[in-house]
């Protein structure tokens, strides 16, 4: 069974950088799509960024393009999003995510996951 585990959360300035990571075990990732999804308090969860399994077509949601960037190493089952240029609206639960048999845009938009990790807190505060 498929297991998560999410990293590299934590407190940082505006204008700051973190980069999550996501470690899979139990099952490979080669043939599964993966993403970052996140839930600020009082809101829904919502798509992030999404990769296709062979890294070949992402998603972003609007509000992070340009300054989040996606990938994976499937190699090492692990899957990174880089948070560049961070902002207080940035600040929320990031989860990771994989799913079968979808495209990037249906899983990060309509949410179609097999199976999400824990969870890692990101907030941005001066």
């Known amino acids: 069974q498929l297991q998560l585990v999410e990293s590299g959360g934590g407190l940082v300035q505006p204008g700051g950088s973190l980069r999550l990571s996501c470690t899979a075990s139990g099952s490979t990732l080669d043939y599964l799509a993966v993403g970052w999804f996140r839930q600020a308090p009082g809101e829904e969860r919502e798509g992030v960024s999404c990769?296709?399994?062979?890294?070949?077509?992402?998603y972003y949601a609007d509000s992070v393009k340009g300054r989040f960037t996606i990938s994976r190493d499937n190699a090492e089952i692990t899957m990174y999003l880089q948070m560049n240029s961070l902002k207080p609206e940035d600040t929320a639960v990031y989860y990771c995510?994989?799913?079968?048999?979808?495209?990037?845009?249906?899983?990060?938009?309509?949410?179609?996951?097999?199976?999400w990790g824990q969870g890692t807190q990101v907030t941005v505060s001066p």
């Open positions: 990769i296709s399994p062979s890294g070949g077509s992402t």
């Open positions: 995510a994989a799913a079968r048999y979808t495209t990037v845009q249906a899983m990060c938009v309509r949410g179609l996951v097999k199976s």
